[in-house]
């Protein structure tokens, strides 16, 4: 169904299938309170608008941008992305 709806949305400009959030990585709770409140109320807008868990999201929006800013310091060196992502692995564990 969802393969549909997003060829739908794609080839005719039908309303673009939502629940795709789900398989972006989003918080099922934020997909959720995204289609029932057709994308207004949200209590945060980050990387994606939150609905739940506000402070767990900004947390967890905080540690995106700290690893974004690693990336793209190794970046401005020439390291290959697999090495960075091996060395933000690391840092992480």
Request: aromatic share 16%; hydrophobic share 45%; net charge neutral.
């Given at each position: 169904?969802?393969?549909?709806?997003?060829?739908?949305?794609?080839?005719?400009?039908?309303?673009?299938?939502?629940?795709?959030?789900?398989?972006?990585?989003?918080?099922?709770?934020?997909?959720?309170?995204?289609?029932?409140?057709?994308?207004?109320?949200?209590?945060?807008?980050?990387?994606?608008?939150?609905?739940?868990?506000?402070?767990?999201?900004?947390d967890?929006?905080?540690?995106?941008?700290?690893?974004?800013?690693?990336?793209?310091?190794?970046?401005?060196f020439?390291?290959?992305?697999?090495?960075?992502?091996?060395?933000?692995?690391?840092?992480?564990?």
């Amino acid at each position: 169904i969802l393969c549909k709806r997003y060829q739908a949305y794609w080839m005719s400009g039908a309303e673009f299938p939502h629940e795709i959030g789900i398989f972006l990585g989003y918080p099922i709770e934020d997909v959720k309170g995204f289609i029932h409140h057709h994308g207004s109320n949200d209590l945060f807008t980050g990387y994606w608008k939150v609905y739940a868990r506000m402070p767990a999201k900004q947390d967890l929006f905080h540690r995106f941008e700290e690893i974004r800013k690693v990336m793209l310091h190794f970046l401005t060196f020439g390291l290959r992305m697999e090495k960075i992502i091996a060395l933000i692995h690391g840092i992480e564990d």
